[in-house]
Structure formats: C-alpha cells, structure tokens
C-alpha cells in the first residue's frame, strides 16, 4: 500500500531549464540510473526501469504532446 497522498501538479519551465531536465534525464537513463527531480516543492525519484511513452492529443486548434514516464513502487 502506497502510504503518499495523490497528486497532480504541473510546472512551466523556461525553454532552456526544460532543455537541460530533458538532456539529464536521457544521460540518467541511458546509463541505468535513477533519474531525481524536484517538482512543486516534492523530490521525485524515478527508477531506471520506468516505462516511458509519448502521447499526442489534438483538440480543435490545439495539439499537445506529453512526454510521459511511468513506474510502480515495489510492494
């Protein structure tokens, strides 16, 4: 059982810190290691067997794309 409380949060980044989260997270990755971000105040921990995906969403004028990565806490 997952003792932490929900949470959707959501941060704009300017285009050169966003460019610079991406860039560590592709070399943590890559070399099998954990990749550690902070986010709304809360330090997040993403393990190198996370799943990731992009999605794409259109709606009217507006296209969206989530570059979205995803894991499981051992039980």
């Not at 070399?27 to 290691?33: A, I, K, N, R």
């Not at 990749?35 to 990731?52: K, L």
């Not at 999605?55 to 009217?60: D, L, M």
Request: a negative charge; proline letters at 7%; aromatic letters at 6%.
């Amino acid at each position: 059982m997952n003792s932490k409380p929900e949470r959707d949060a959501e941060k704009t980044y300017p285009m050169p810190d966003f460019i610079a989260k991406l860039r560590r997270l592709a070399d943590e990755l890559e070399q099998g290691e954990r990749f550690e971000i902070q986010i709304a105040g809360e330090r997040i921990s993403v393990p190198a067997r996370a799943v990731c995906n992009i999605e794409h969403k259109r709606e009217g004028e507006s296209e969206e794309i989530e570059f979205q990565i995803k894991w499981e806490h051992p039980q």
